[in-house]
């Protein structure tokens, strides 16, 4: 366990210095900048507007974050045989991994922390309501990134970073719309269309499960358990991801 | 007691667009034996790091097989025993090295408690104290190497396999590193190491083994080694006439000649005097009379410049492995 940590303290402080991760943040306090600038715009609805778009600004600035960190995750220390040092200590392939990933998580938090908090000082500002659904949004978004974080670290330890990233980007918007697509099918498709959806809806992870934006916008009511079925879903589709990638990893050799 | 078994490894890999194989390792076998210091010498692309990274896991044979404390590569319980010093250390540059030394000891298993007197102490060692807080970005690759042997001796490991761990030092670098070996040699820790500078490894090692086109051509033991040389004399004579080579033909190997001086290679030490008695009766001054010990360097350049063992494989390459064993 100490290793993972160990694994996972110094993949945060790289990540940490990595300019990416400024520019993440920096575009996401950007963009929910810009919303304050656009609620004039709708009469009565400022607060709204702020909330709307700085929810999605953290949904979006925390996947292609995490896209973009984690398609180098494991190729930077090969290529930089960087991973000789890691892999010749006591400390197995899979904690190697599990403790990278974690490491990313760490960052992809401390993301979600700041431009949550601008994004609640920015409502505050406002006078405007913080309301619980707000926090649940932003913790399913993280469970979102958590989702896609582990597919990434699933493609990058056969893959290079350009194909990890539009592997990725591609499963990230099959994902979302896979729902979407499976229903159109049963409604409008025939068998074999309808054979592929289904098999494309599970097969890839169903990110609709973690969108509550539309409830916190609009201070819709929402079940805490379908918070809890969305983080239990989220554990074992990322727990899954990360089991295949430990066991190709486990098989990879470092010439 | 042997520490690390190396048995027939063979290795091969293709190429990213072709389907070619490449033999990079043909059955390389030897052993270390507890506290003992094995050089391992060889061309570049003889196979000595692919050697390397098979026996620590990182690739694996596809024939053959490596045991280390009786264990197999990658457990846990041998890895935390190794310190390893790879061919080009790259290590994380956002860390300062007191920060790295840090990690590397966590991943070894070294107990938080004891870690920061350890970081201290080796980096006394390696001559690295005003870096300490440094980052490793701004290192030069000298200073690099000494932070890569600090990381590979910071857990106190009972075997270091280092991967020329002389490269990019300079004079007094080397010094500092061999005398960093000696100290563990002394503390009865096994160093297999490999290095194409073959006065520190003469230095240094118990035996060598010679790789050459991913099979152990060679392993000698060094003390051997100079006794081989002992007998073999140089003789240079000026007068020197053609017609001497009859008297001398059982007791001279070989004569090179410039203008009226002859230097001539006496077989065994006993047959100095007579050539020299012959030599005066011919007429012919006697210059010098110089002992010619055998070196590594000397073992070595006559291993690679053989014919091409490839082209003689089975029988003679089974010869080969096991020479000197």
Redesign the interface.
Known sequence: M??IA??AL?TF??SM?ERILAVAILFGLILMGSSVLLSPLAVGAKQKIIMDVGLAAISIIGVLTAVFLGSTLVHKETD???I?????????RSSFLAGKLAGILLALALVFAVMTAVMLATIALGRGIIRPAVFASVYLSFLETTVVCSIVTLFSTFTTPMLTSFFALCIFAAGSLSGDLRVFASKFGGEGTRIVTDGLYYLLPNLKVFNLRHEAVHNLPFGAGDVLRATIYAAVYAAVALFFACAIFRRR??? | MNILNVYGIKKH?RGDMSLAKREVLRGVSFHAREGEVLGFLGSNGAGKTTTI?VI?????PHAGSVSIFDRSPGD??V??R?G?L?E?P???P??SLA?FLG??G????VARADLPGRIDRVIEMVDLAPHRSKRLKAFSKGMLQRAGLA?AILHDPDLLILDEPFSGLDPVGRKMVRDILVDLKKRGKTIFFSSHILSDMEALCDRACIIRDGIIAKSVVLDDLLKMGEGTVEVTARGWRAEMTQGMREYVESVRTTGEDAFLVVREQRFVRPVIERLFEGGAEVLAVVNRHRTLENLFLREIARPDARTAKGKKEEKLVFTGF
């Open positions: 100490n290793t160990g694994v110094n402080r790289e210095r930089k045989k960087a000789y040092l890691v892999l010749t200590r006591p400390i197995s050799e470092f010439k | 890999f990274k620590l896991g990182l690739i694996r846990a319980r890895m935390g190794i390893y790879p080009t790259y290590f994380y956002h860390l920060e990690f590397c966590g991943m070894s298993g990381q």
